[in-house]
């Protein structure tokens, strides 16, 4: 600097680029990194209850593997009827949110018993099947969900029906064989129109970590 006269040097350098890990990250919620799983339950029909254990790999991706039953409930006055579902799946949440699209393996299994005042017979049918569906869940903590999924076979329906006896010691021969027939056919006609091939969760609730 001197008398009526300033003179400023400036030079620019280039700063170095901030590596783009070295931005702070949220830390993610689940308790195995990216990844979330915790038990749900789930109301729906026609099995009425049961429960699954589900998982959730980051925001696209997910799995799961339950169990549900319809417990054995009469039908009229003629007999009763129960089943149970197991699924196993994969998921995709295709936009990263709640909506997925789901595929994997079921098994369900109905079974019935009619009792024709005269002799009992009971049976059950059992479906492998290819299991889709379609719902909605959300990432972890407290979670609500909704899904509709349906069966198709893998195979011919496993059908098989077995008298109880049942019939007084009274009752004629005849009569027996009549009945037994009768109710065996009675069972044969219920299980053909089972399983329903959809299950409907109307809700699911549960926690995941």
């Known amino acids: 600097v001197v008398p009526g006269r300033v003179t400023l040097d400036i030079v620019l350098k280039p700063l170095p680029s901030v590596p783009p890990h070295a931005a702070a990250s949220p ?3 689940c308790a195995f990194g990216d990844v979330c799983i915790g038990p749900v339950l789930a109301l729906g029909l026609p099995n009425l209850v049961g429960g699954s254990l589900q998982l959730r790999f980051g925001r696209h991706a997910g799995a799961g593997v339950g169990f549900q039953i319809l417990p054995t409930l009469p039908v009229l006055d003629l007999g009763s009827v129960g089943a149970s579902l197991f699924t196993a799946e994969g998921r995709i949440y295709p936009f990263g949110g709640g909506f997925f699209l789901a595929a994997g393996f079921a098994y369900q299994v109905v079974e019935a018993k009619v009792d024709s005042g005269v002799i009992i017979a009971q049976g059950d ?10 719902g909605f869940m959300g990432h972890e903590g407290l979670v609500l969900g909704i899904d509709l999924g349906i069966l198709f076979p893998l195979a011919s329906r496993k059908v098989g029906v077995q008298s109880l006896g049942g019939a007084p010691a009274s009752a004629d021969l005849i009569v027996i064989a009549q009945a037994e027939r009768q109710a065996t056919r009675s069972v044969q006609d219920f299980l053909e129109l089972f399983p329903a091939l959809a299950q409907l969760n109307a809700l699911r609730v549960g926690y995941l970590f």
């Not at 049918?125 to 379609?134: C, E, M, N, S, W």
Request: charged content about 0%.
């Open 27 to 29: 830390a993610s919620p």
């Open 125 to 134: 049918v059992q479906l492998p099947a290819f299991f889709a569906g379609v």
